[in-house]
């Protein structure tokens, strides 16, 4: 018996659907969000004064890493809540790395002002570092213990004091 050269029907639908499918499990695990339990990517972004910071520069520290802009409203109404958790634990080792995705450095820098905003203030106005962490809403945060592991992403606000003082103890 000869073998022969035709596809069945079916085999010819699978094999865009198989390679479709693939390349989004790989492009997913490309660009996911940095996991719990992974180290940082690394960061450096200028601050009010046009100063860079680097994340790094916060070893040693409980770090929230917050992705907010001034025109977001639910990342507006964050703020009196994350100015209260920092005034509480700043002096025990904690820090707020507030990431802006504003593309006007004024509206960002008047949104730190009028909100009265204290703790660290960066901003990416050009969405790279957004883009690298993979930020598809905001409010998006992240915390880090005093290595730069990430502990969690997006914490509640019960879980995530609860998770302050389990970090500095």
Request: charged share 25%.
């Amino acid at each position: 018996m000869q073998a022969s050269n035709t596809v069945p029907a079916t085999f010819l639908f699978m094999k865009p659907a198989v390679s479709f499918i693939a390349t989004v499990c790989i492009a997913s695990v490309c660009i996911a969000q940095p996991a719990p339990d992974s180290i940082a990517h690394e960061i450096s972004l200028p601050d009010t004064k046009g100063k860079p910071v680097r994340l790094t520069s916060l070893k040693g520290k409980v770090v929230l890493i917050d992705f907010w802009a001034s025109w977001c409203v639910p990342c507006i109404k964050e703020i009196p809540q994350l100015n209260a958790l920092y005034k509480k634990y700043k002096n025990k080792g904690f820090e707020i790395y507030g990431i802006s995705l504003d593309t006007d450095k004024s509206n960002w820098k008047k949104a730190v002002l009028k909100d009265n905003i204290k703790c660290l203030q960066v901003i990416d106005t050009e969405g790279e570092v957004a883009n690298e962490w993979n930020i598809n809403y905001i409010p998006n945060t992240f915390l880090l213990d005093k290595n730069g592991k990430i502990v969690a992403a997006d914490p509640e606000d019960d879980a995530l004091e609860d998770l302050l003082k389990k970090l500095l103890g």
